[in-house]
């Protein structure tokens, strides 16, 4: 067991760091955002499980040569308080850090489910006081601001679309329908169960860097996701049109209440989607 301990710490250490850092950027996950948004997910799942395996079989080594006996060898020690001839400190060391993290991770993504579906249910009370519904457009809401803004809201039962005044002023009709129709992928798609991933594995571990840039290229990939599938409805050139003339309004339509946590799209991400329509 020592060895598989050894070959999975590894693998916890290469999806922890140089995996991670030569994935921002990849010009394959931009032309397959799909593909790219899988992999980071299996570079997350499979970090974990690797990290914390290890400690276990690290512990457990002591116990048993095979996974079964230790567990038994485990249970005897926490029932009888004995522990078997060759077990040390180091072995409960291993057993508790694995343990730890295992509740730490689960905590924190329990924490910020709970958080983000909180905070969009009192967001969706506030869209209801502040806004009007729009007769033309079912479940789209109209905010009477200059400022382009549209974003929807995901929901259990029912999601709301967000438009603002200044936005329908900036667009033409196949305009405004790309802006609908990318912020709609976003909750088809169900991007923000992606993000609340994401967002506890940057929470729960703040001093890894690639958890911070995962979050970040994520965040960009679901965008490049949510422009595909819009470009199965409208047309490239109406999205990028919508894109750019938004942009240089002084904000952008892609950052929705889904990602509210994210910091916004700098120009070098925002070239990246534009490129991609060209």
Same mark, same amino acid.
């Given at each position: 067991m020592i060895a598989a301990a050894i070959t999975l710490g590894l693998v916890a250490v290469l999806l922890a760091w140089p995996v991670p850092a030569l994935l921002p950027g990849a010009a394959w996950a931009y032309r397959r955002p799909t593909l790219g948004l899988l992999v980071w997910q299996l570079v997350a799942l499979v970090g974990g499980i690797s990290m914390i395996g290890s400690l276990v079989l690290l512990g457990a080594a002591t116990f048993a040569t095979d996974l079964a006996d230790a567990a038994n060898g485990i249970w005897g020690f926490v029932a009888d308080n004995e522990l078997p001839a060759g077990?040390?400190?180091?072995? %409960?060391l291993a057993l508790s850090g694995a343990l730890f993290l295992t509740v730490h991770l689960l905590l924190n993504l329990l924490v910020t489910v709970v958080y983000a579906e909180?905070?969009?249910t009192r967001h969706a009370q506030l869209i209801t006081l502040l806004s009007e519904p729009m007769s033309d457009r079912p479940g789209t809401r109209l905010i009477d601001t200059p400022a382009p803004v549209a974003y929807c809201l995901p929901g259990a039962l029912r999601s709301i679309t967000v438009l603002s005044a200044?936005?329908?002023?900036? %667009? $033409?009709? $196949?305009? %405004?329908q790309a802006v609908i129709e990318h912020e709609q992928a976003h909750v088809r798609l169900r991007h923000d169960i992606v993000l609340i991933f994401f967002t506890a594995w940057k929470v729960s571990l703040p001093w890894l860097p690639t958890a911070r840039n995962a979050s970040r290229e994520v965040a960009l990939l679901l965008e490049m996701h949510a422009d595909d599938d819009a470009?199965?409805?409208v047309g490239r050139g109406s999205l990028a049109r919508a894109i750019t003339i938004v942009s240089k309004g002084g904000s952008l339509p892609q950052r929705n209440e889904l990602s509210a946590t994210l910091p916004e799209s700098t120009p070098k991400e925002l070239r990246a989607r534009l490129l991609r329509l060209a």
């Amino acid at each position: 067991m020592i060895a598989a301990a050894i070959t999975l710490g590894l693998v916890a250490v290469l999806l922890a760091w140089p995996v991670p850092a030569l994935l921002p950027g990849a010009a394959w996950a931009y032309r397959r955002p799909t593909l790219g948004l899988l992999v980071w997910q299996l570079v997350a799942l499979v970090g974990g499980i690797s990290m914390i395996g290890s400690l276990v079989l690290l512990g457990a080594a002591t116990f048993a040569t095979d996974l079964a006996d230790a567990a038994n060898g485990i249970w005897g020690f926490v029932a009888d308080n004995e522990l078997p001839a060759g077990a040390s400190v180091w072995s %409960l060391l291993a057993l508790s850090g694995a343990l730890f993290l295992t509740v730490h991770l689960l905590l924190n993504l329990l924490v910020t489910v709970v958080y983000a579906e909180r905070e969009r249910t009192r967001h969706a009370q506030l869209i209801t006081l502040l806004s009007e519904p729009m007769s033309d457009r079912p479940g789209t809401r109209l905010i009477d601001t200059p400022a382009p803004v549209a974003y929807c809201l995901p929901g259990a039962l029912r999601s709301i679309t967000v438009l603002s005044a200044g936005l329908i002023q900036l %667009l $033409d009709e $196949d305009e %405004l329908q790309a802006v609908i129709e990318h912020e709609q992928a976003h909750v088809r798609l169900r991007h923000d169960i992606v993000l609340i991933f994401f967002t506890a594995w940057k929470v729960s571990l703040p001093w890894l860097p690639t958890a911070r840039n995962a979050s970040r290229e994520v965040a960009l990939l679901l965008e490049m996701h949510a422009d595909d599938d819009a470009l199965t409805r409208v047309g490239r050139g109406s999205l990028a049109r919508a894109i750019t003339i938004v942009s240089k309004g002084g904000s952008l339509p892609q950052r929705n209440e889904l990602s509210a946590t994210l910091p916004e799209s700098t120009p070098k991400e925002l070239r990246a989607r534009l490129l991609r329509l060209a």
